[in-house]
């Protein structure tokens, strides 16, 4: 199993990023897929999720600018980042997730700079 997450960078506060996640040894359609994010000296915490049903979640933080979305044609999961503040900054983590049979894998994650 591999998720490959690509797209970080460094970005002016304002900016916008796109994330990209690619997935391979799963049957990704029936995953949950999840964006993390773990910013220096914090933990890491959740930032997007998508189900299998395309119902999305966002940690209050950053809804109204990013969008998470996939492509179950492509194995791939995205991360939309618009208006990006100091405070995205981190590395940013994808995470497929299955409740039956219980399955959970994380991606080697992406860094993303915001400055200001």
């Known amino acids: 199993v591999q998720l490959q997450a690509s797209g970080g960078g460094l970005v002016q506060a304002g900016g916008s990023l796109r994330l990209s996640c690619a997935a391979s040894?799963?049957?990704?359609?029936?995953?949950?897929m999840s964006w993390y994010r773990q910013a220096p000296g914090k933990q890491r915490e959740l930032v997007a999720a998508i189900t299998s049903g395309y119902v999305t979640n966002y940690a209050d933080s950053v809804k109204g600018r990013f969008t998470i979305s996939r492509d179950n044609a492509k194995n791939t999961v995205y991360l939309q980042m618009l208006s990006l503040k100091p405070e995205d900054t981190g590395v940013y983590y994808c995470?497929?997730?299955?409740?039956?049979?219980?399955?959970?894998?994380w991606g080697q994650g992406t860094l993303v700079t915001v400055s200001s």
């Open positions: 995470n497929a997730d299955r409740d039956f049979p219980k399955s959970l894998y």
């Open positions: 040894g799963i049957i990704f359609r029936s995953y949950t």
